[in-house]
């Protein structure tokens, strides 16, 4: 048997372990099995040194993703740029670090047409929103606006986006109105706390990518697509990065994305389903 899971802090929710075993069934890897583990920082560590021979990778959530930086063996390029890994491959008794963030943020843009998305405001400064100038960065955005509630806050994202060639620009959330209109305004804001910014957003005709993924849609999508706007929501990153996920664990690049997607948006209807029944 080989194995795999997702750590984090909470857990129970994680939609990963829906992810990756229907790449699983698609791609007739029936001895394979991934669980999700509920895991902190101070438990990674006596957790990693116990894993055995069959473990071929884990995914990482939050708050392990700087931690595990410095519990492996080497890191990518953009996992050290990034300052954070999200995936941890074992390979020849050893811990390779990635970070697939950023591929699941430039594809999702991608695939819904905003490859080139023009100036972007990033609203958040925790370490989605680092990952978000990382693939803006990628995308050939030179430069982007910082949009957090606290400037001494926001530091090490800025440091993030200045560190993969973007000129990055902290203002406070207040002001980032000002900032628009923009080719791409990102929110990385949890839950509703983007809720009191749809107005502006809207009314700019700024494409959106919102992080959440449920409840969906936010009313910051809402308004956005009611504006006419191009919304793009954190299902897409998740799938994608989970994707990513998949072909380094495996080895192999006959990931079915298609089988994976309606996993994921099946799971999401039955949660959404169960919330408001």
Request: aromatic share 4%; charged share 20%.
């Amino acid at each position: 048997m080989r194995r795999a899971a997702v750590l984090g802090s909470p857990i129970a929710h994680s939609l990963s372990p829906v992810l990756h075993r229907a790449a699983y069934a698609a791609m007739g890897l029936d001895g394979w099995r991934y669980d999700a583990v509920e895991c902190g920082e101070d438990g990674l560590a006596r957790l990693l040194d116990g894993l055995g021979p069959e473990w071929a990778g884990l995914s990482l959530t939050m708050p392990l993703k700087r931690v595990a930086l410095k519990l492996a063996d080497s890191v990518s390029d953009l996992a050290e740029r990034v300052g954070g890994a999200n995936t941890l491959v074992f390979r020849d008794g050893r811990r390779h670090a990635e970070n697939t963030d950023v591929y699941g943020i430039v594809t999702a843009l991608g695939e819904a047409g905003l490859g080139s998305p023009g100036p972007a405001v990033v609203l958040g400064g925790g370490a989605t929103a680092a990952s978000a100038l990382a693939a803006l960065a990628e995308l050939g955005l030179d430069a982007a606006v910082l949009a957090v509630r606290d400037p001494g806050r926001a530091s090490e994202a800025a440091e993030v986006g200045e560190r993969c060639g973007l000129a990055v620009r902290v203002v406070t959330l207040d002001r980032f109105a000002d900032h628009l209109p923009a080719g791409l305004v990102v929110s990385t804001l949890p839950g509703r706390a983007a809720d009191a910014f749809a107005g502006p957003v809207a009314a700019s005709g700024a494409a959106l990518f919102d992080v959440v993924y449920a409840p969906w849609p936010t009313a910051l999508a809402a308004a956005v697509e009611r504006a006419g706007g191009t919304v793009v929501g954190g299902f897409a990153m998740l799938l994608h990065q989970a994707v990513r996920q998949v072909e380094l664990m495996t080895g192999r690049d006959d990931v079915p994305v298609a089988a994976m997607r309606g996993a994921g948006e099946a799971e999401l209807a039955r949660r959404a389903a169960t919330t408001s029944g």
